[in-house]
């Protein structure tokens, strides 16, 4: 039966040490090994073999075969040996193993007790409905609960791997009284959480309680003194019924089935708002009975298909086995965390802290941002929850706008929400120049930047008719009502807040956005052959509005008459620079600002955090200067801490002892934008790529103009490049091939082409045709590799 009532707070563990560079060893890769118990014995599914159902069609999308059974696959190779390793049991999020299908997320760690371990359970969609407070509070996320395994004997060691390739945890747990053989998932289809677990003589007794947690918002700040938890819940026989105040709750729901040697633990979640809680009661005990009547081995199989083929649609292979592994597991993370249509990544994604924290929302004023960019080079689309979110949703946008302003044509975007955009019923971002300035002017103008970048990925149409054009027009509107006419003819912005730093009038942050967002719009509606009548206002704006502020020596400032004095882990007064790219280091004339507003930034680094070091890193890499941009991202990613913040052995990241995705996220697009760019027309094969790395392999990464490139790099030189159209752009391709090239089609035939640069060719490439560009005479490799390591390197989780 399960036990009612809430945990005691456990005491933080402070962090392990940061292991440097200088002294990692290599770690064992990780492999399947031999199963854990045959499928036969009817209480687990067997542990995978040589698999080969992995999808006939590359992410190309033209026709491949299968590859030999007998040959390496290397996506299977690089996935597995990025697998991070447990050899010391971990004791908290900050070092234990995650799963999850993009809503519901399980971590595994330490128990209160020597012979206990925790499966913390969590939930993208479990939120509070209490609209009458700000997101944090009335929409907060709320904790559920956690199944604790109770053991005979002390735990004395394990021996766990979390295989990304195949998204399950599998290992061992030693006691003093025997052992125990486990392995775990989220299913991906039908979000079941399923744990076999087989003991040795003295561990036949190890089974599974569950813990519920009462259902109150972690956050502190902002708490009104009136806020009362919701009622604890109904615990019955296998399920856990939680109600809200504002109706409806969720249900957690399980039952350990015992055959043989071995237990079968299944469990699922159903959340029901509005509805009764109720319904999410025989929803959730129907499920599980439907999982534990199902064919499991067809059913795992089902869910090792989906990510197999996830891997399968791109990768990237660097000398630094140690960043290529945190690129993988960051794309592990990103598809555990988010899909398209589903709920986009709060600071938690589905994993809950247990104890808590502030961040029990969605962050809007640069956190999903960051996060989600890997999700569009890394050829994810269908982890894009941004563009699906804002088409769900975009009816909420209104609610954070000020009342005077509502006028049907205008819409903002408060932080923190919940996943459906909704900030609060009585929260709204405020007024540029008004008696109540927030930092939130900008989040929905920067948010729908990921959108564009989403349009331009794939050149979907769609996207730019439903969500860009209509979202961004009145997005761009909410700053229009706060320009004015200044006595130089320009158009200035009424006082705003440049995030986290200081309020300015005609504020950089704000200027670069309203900036970018007028020429979209523009862009869009050239590109829809829309007559749009708001265009000739957009088109004012875009000539007549004002300039930066700028310093002679620092470059470009936080605004009209306001510098950057001191640390600021924040690159907001530098969005123009990167991501939006609006002056670009191929134009000779913006590189004196770039570098002068770059330079002052960078001076000043102690109170920077991990997301700091990441943008750091893609701004150097759009700048030329691929040894700053390694250097920037492997400081981060040697788990340095600054500002009492650090990514932690699992890959996760802590400010202070709060939990956060976005910064590991983040830095997995430093590693793309040194492996592969688009901007301004042009596709660049590894522009940013250190000459302290001799090889690099990449295959089909997406860069906008909706190309798919893969291109091999060997002994410093990149000697050859594939670049497929799923859309017909023209296509500029900066080859970086040295010498004369020959370029032709996937089947050998001769394309038209010309050289427009040093390095870099024009090739009429129609829609669905594949160019080939080699050094003359010379012929592509047939697919892509895993390059050689550089040397010892340590794996990610505890391996050691």
């Known amino acids: 039966m399960p036990t009612a009532g809430h945990p005691a707070t456990p005491a933080r563990p402070e962090p392990p040490a940061p292991p440097t560079r200088r002294a990692f060893v290599t770690a064992a890769a990780a492999t399947t090994g031999a199963a854990l118990w045959s499928a036969s014995s009817g209480t687990a599914w067997s542990a995978p073999g040589r698999p080969v159902d992995h999808p006939a069609t590359a992410a190309h999308g033209h026709e491949v075969h299968a590859p030999d059974i007998h040959a390496p696959d290397i996506h299977e190779q690089i996935a597995r040996a990025a697998s991070p390793l447990w050899r010391r049991l971990p004791t908290s999020w900050q070092d234990g193993p995650f799963l999850g299908n993009g809503r519901l997320g399980?971590?595994?760690?330490?128990?209160?007790?020597?012979?206990?371990?925790?499966?913390?359970?969590?939930?993208t969609e479990v939120q509070d409905q209490r609209g009458q407070w700000r997101g944090g509070i009335g929409y907060s996320r709320l904790p559920i609960g956690y199944f604790t395994l109770t053991l005979a004997g002390a735990i004395t060691g394990v021996d766990w791997t979390l295989d990304v390739y195949d998204a399950e945890l599998r290992g061992t747990v030693t006691t003093t009284r025997g052992s125990l053989a486990f392995t775990a998932l989220i299913h991906n289809d039908t979000g079941a959480l399923l744990v076999a677990t087989r003991p040795s003589a003295g561990e036949e007794s190890a089974a599974w309680t569950f813990t519920w947690l009462t259902a109150a918002t972690t956050r502190t700040s902002g708490k009104p003194p009136e806020y009362t938890?919701?009622?604890?819940?109904?615990?019955?026989?296998?399920y856990v019924q939680q109600p809200l105040l504002a109706g409806g709750g969720w249900t957690t729901a399980w039952r350990e089935r015992r055959e043989g040697g071995g237990r079968l633990l299944a469990a699922h979640l159903v959340y029901r708002f509005p509805g009764e809680v109720t319904e999410a009661t025989r929803a959730a005990r129907g499920a599980v009975d439907r999982t534990l009547g199902q064919d499991l081995e067809a059913s795992v199989a089902r869910h090792r298909r989906w990510w197999h083929g996830f891997h399968h649609r791109s990768l990237l292979s660097v000398p630094d086995k140690r960043l290529q592994s945190f690129y993988v597991v960051q794309l592990y993370k990103l598809a555990s965390a988010t899909r398209s249509g589903g709920p986009t990544i709060s600071e938690w994604g589905p994993w809950f802290p247990e104890v808590g924290n502030n961040w029990t929302a969605v962050w809007w004023n640069l956190n999903v941002q960051i996060g989600m960019a890997p999700v569009l080079g890394s050829n994810h689309p269908e982890l894009d929850s941004v563009t699906s979110t804002f088409a769900r949703f975009e009816k909420n946008l209104p609610t954070s706008v000020p009342a005077a302003y509502r006028d049907g044509d205008t819409y903002a975007l408060g932080h923190p929400s919940?996943?459906?955009?909704?900030?609060?019923?009585?929260?709204?971002?405020?007024?540029?120049?008004?008696?109540?300035?927030?930092d939130n002017f900008g989040n929905l103008t920067w948010a729908l930047h990921n959108v564009w970048q989403a349009y331009r990925h794939s050149m979907d149409r769609a996207v730019l008719r439903d969500v860009v054009l209509p979202v961004l027009a009145r997005a761009i509107n909410f700053y229009?009502?706060?320009?004015?006419?200044?006595?130089?003819?320009?158009?200035h912005l009424l006082t705003t807040r440049s995030p986290e730093y200081a309020n300015a009038a005609d504020c950089t942050y704000d200027l670069s956005l309203i900036r970018w967002g007028v020429r979209t719009l523009l862009d869009a509606a050239r590109l829809l052959r829309t007559d749009d009548p708001r265009a000739p206002r957009w088109r004012d704006i875009a000539r007549r509005l004002t300039p930066y502020a700028e310093d002679p020596t620092a470059g470009v400032m936080i605004g009209k008459e306001v510098p950057l004095a001191d640390s600021h882990r924040h690159h907001s007064h530098l969005l123009w620079l990167y991501p939006l790219r609006e002056r670009s280091w191929d134009r000779p004339g913006d590189r004196d600002v770039m570098r002068r507003s770059m330079d002052h930034w960078v001076s000043m680094q102690d109170l920077w955090h991990g997301y700091s070091y990441a943008t750091a890193s893609s701004?150097?890499?759009?700048?030329?200067?691929?040894?700053?941009?390694?250097?920037?991202?492997?400081?981060?990613?040697?788990?340095?801490?600054?500002?009492?913040?650090?990514?932690?052995r699992n890959t996760m990241y802590r400010e202070g002892r709060n939990f956060a995705l976005e910064s590991p996220l983040s830095a997995a697009q430093s590693l793309l934008d040194m492996a592969v760019q688009g901007h301004d027309g042009v596709v660049k094969v590894f522009p940013s790529v250190s000459a302290r790395w001799p090889d690099a392999s990449i295959a089909s990464l997406r860069t906008p103009g909706a190309f798919l490139v893969d291109a091999d790099r060997r002994g410093g030189t990149t000697r050859w490049v594939r670049v497929h159209s799923e859309a017909g752009s023209p296509l500029t391709l900066q080859h970086g091939i040295p010498g004369t090239?020959?370029?032709?089609?996937?089947?050998?035939r001769a394309l038209r082409w010309r050289e427009t640069g040093p390095g870099r060719v024009g090739v009429d490439l129609p829609k669905g045709r594949t160019a080939v560009i080699t050094p003359r005479g010379g012929t592509a490799g047939s697919g892509p590799r895993d390059v050689p390591s550089l040397g010892a390197w340590t794996g990610w989780g505890l391996p050691d």
């Not at 399980?106 to 939930?123: C, D, F, I, N, V």
């Not at 229009?480 to 158009?491: N, S, V």
């Open 619 to 648: 701004m150097y890499s759009v700048m030329d200067q691929p040894e700053q941009a390694l250097d920037y991202l492997t400081f981060f990613t040697d788990l340095k801490v600054v500002a009492d913040c650090a990514m932690t």
């Open 741 to 748: 090239v020959t370029v032709r089609d996937e089947r050998g």
């Open 418 to 438: 919940d996943w459906q955009l909704r900030a609060g019923d009585t929260y709204d971002v405020g007024t540029p120049g008004g008696d109540r300035i927030s």
């Open 106 to 123: 399980a971590q595994l760690y330490a128990g209160k007790e020597p012979r206990t371990l925790k499966l913390m359970l969590s939930h």
């Open 229 to 238: 938890p919701n009622p604890d819940p109904e615990v019955g026989d296998g």
């Open 480 to 491: 229009a009502h706060f320009l004015h006419e200044g006595p130089d003819g320009k158009l």
